[in-house]
């Protein structure tokens, strides 16, 4: 429960770190705004055009007697909306992610700067176009595996009761996993950790990393939230980041104990 606390502090963290560098919270808006504007308008064209996709997709039930047809059909148009949001809530961040990468790279820079006791920041060392594949390949696996959960979320939620109750609970556990992922990968990117030795050292402590990205995949159901908390979440994501390594932060102070760090194959020692 301790990590779980930690976790939501390091998210309030990161908002509170933008919220004095005001010009890093603006520069760090950009990119959501841009990526908003093409969710809603993907979002847009299904609410409009939703109910005649479903209508095509689904040709067997045009000889159905009223209600059913109607019935069955405005379910399936539902359901189809309720999955777009949630691959939306899944995937906006890693979108947002690849189209801010150099905007986000600079603010984790700046903020392993403000909180490390030597004012350094780890560097990649590779060029832009590099660290821009790495990011995209690797945000693809994210959204495979995110979506391989969507599907099964989705299968469950017809279970009488379980689907009800218990699987949109997991269903934010699985999400704020997946956001968490993709936001410290900004820091541990630089710092050479790869995507499996990422997903091992967020796995090592789940109430962690749950405390964080849980609350933020809540958030980011209100219309226009994710933007702004974007750039505060990408700093609170790096100082989690420095926490799962166990480097230490100019807050920790200088009687502080020297944490032990994580090794990870192509981590910078």
Do not use: C, N
Request: aromatic share 12%; charged share 20%; net charge negative.
């Amino acid at each position: 429960m301790r990590d779980l606390g930690a976790g939501f502090g390091y998210l309030l963290k990161g908002q509170r770190w933008v919220a004095r560098h005001g010009k890093q919270y603006g520069f760090g808006l950009v990119p959501g705004l841009m990526t908003l504007v093409l969710y809603a308008a993907a979002l847009v064209a299904l609410a409009l055009w939703g109910e005649d996709f479903v209508a095509w997709a689904t040709p067997f039930a045009d000889d159905w007697s009223s209600p059913w047809l109607g019935l069955f059909r405005a379910f399936l148009t539902v359901v189809l909306f309720a999955l777009a949001l949630l691959l939306s809530v899944l995937t906006f961040t890693a979108v947002t992610l690849l189209v801010g990468q150099p905007f986000y790279e600079s603010l984790s820079e700046k903020v392993d700067r403000d909180v490390s006791p030597d004012g350094t920041a780890p560097e990649s060392g590779l060029p832009l176009w590099r660290e821009l594949w790495i990011s995209a390949r690797d945000s693809l696996r994210i959204v495979v595996r995110a979506l391989l959960w969507a599907v099964l979320l989705f299968a469950l939620g017809f279970l009488p009761f379980v689907g009800q109750t218990v699987v949109p609970v997991l269903g934010f556990f699985v999400t704020g996993f997946f956001l968490t992922e993709e936001l410290t990968a900004v820091a541990l990117q630089r710092r050479g950790v790869e995507l499996r030795e990422r997903l091992t050292l967020l796995r090592s402590r789940k109430t962690l990393v749950w405390g964080f990205g849980t609350p933020l995949g809540l958030a980011f159901l209100v219309p226009f939230v994710a933007v702004f908390l974007m750039p505060g979440a990408v700093a609170g994501a790096t100082l989690l980041a420095r926490d799962l390594l166990g480097e230490e932060t100019e807050e920790d102070g200088d009687d502080a104990e020297e944490p032990q760090r994580a090794e990870f194959p192509g981590q910078a020692p």
